[in-house]
């Protein structure tokens, strides 16, 4: 089977979907593999690398598109990569389900099949293809270094000559996969930690952190849908959230915030007023900004500096660090294809629980 990995062109997009490490197992398998020249680069994976795991390197994304039977990429191509997809080709990719169904009715009508990464169900069987999980992961990380970079003080206690320093403050509202990475994250740098989710099953894991778990009466059992995901709150449910929030945010250094409901724009739990309240110097990182943002005050992409309060937008953190995000990425999509092949051959079988679920297009037809 011919499996291409093509040069990510989103802007400040990173990532490779397959790093070499991947490809080499995936020629083990006796796999062709063809890698777009520069494919790796920005992730620190040059095209040497791809060679010596067993490689070609195609030119261009039409070189390395042609005759492939299975595209791997990180973001949905656009029209014109949807252009050079051959006929019949499965495509596996990050394709945003919710905004896609023009690229979808596109690539449908060049009889692809497409498997888009985000829908892999969160069930144990395939925890080692959630990219949703891994790249999470990335996010929590990074949003804690970027918000110690930016507060004007230290995050650990710290006893010296000169004194003594107070620890600072972190908060994490939504402990899934990315606010647990947070509040690890900032405990390992020494702040004093705190976390708020309306799913109760998240109280026990962000203690296990070391972290404070916020109580709020809003926070059950009956908060937690399908999938381990939260359901939407009600409108009162909703308002004493955010009375819940505004109690505990005024006092604190860094805030991370990553609440999300899947299908719908982020719930709005950190308000201008609440914003105002805190202290200068303080900083909200908000990793919902892409679906609109738990911060009222939120720009996707900027940083507002509200009264010496800054408020960051956070877009796209895993591929602010491509190579872990990539090789992470990477053995979610390397599982995947393990998954799918039968006999040497790409066999999508929609009736299995985790194919199924991730196949928008087969064979031309448009999945509802
Ligand atoms: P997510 O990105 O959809 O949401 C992030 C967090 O925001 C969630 O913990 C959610 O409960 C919380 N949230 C939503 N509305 C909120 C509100 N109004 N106030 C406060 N918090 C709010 O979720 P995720 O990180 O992708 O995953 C959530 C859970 O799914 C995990 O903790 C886990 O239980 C489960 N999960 C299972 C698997 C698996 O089994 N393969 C993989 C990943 C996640």
Redesign the pocket.
Known sequence: MRICVVAETAPREHRVALVPDSVAKLVKAGHEVVVQAGAGAAAYHDDAAYVAAGASIAPDAGTAHAGAQVICRVQRPTDAEVALVPEGATLIAMMAPASAASIVAALAARKATVLALELV????R??SM?V??SQ?TVAGYKAVLIAASMIPRFLPMLTTAAGSITPARAFV????????QALATARRLGAVTSG????A??AE?VKSLGATFVQSDVVSAA??GT????K??SDDE?AR?LATIAKHIKDQDLVIS?????GRAA?R?ITADMVRSMRPGSVIIDLAAETGGNCELTVLGETIDVNGVMVVGAANLPATLPTHASQMFSRNVLTLLQHLVKDGALAVDLDDEITGAMTLTHNGQVRS
């Open positions: 169900p969160r069930i144990t395939a925890q959630d949703l999980s999470a509202i939504g402990a899934g996969v990315a606010g647990l708020f989710d309306v799913r099953a998240a894991q908060a937690e999938g381990g995901y939260a939407a709150q909703a959230t990553t609440a999300a409901i899947p719930p739990l």
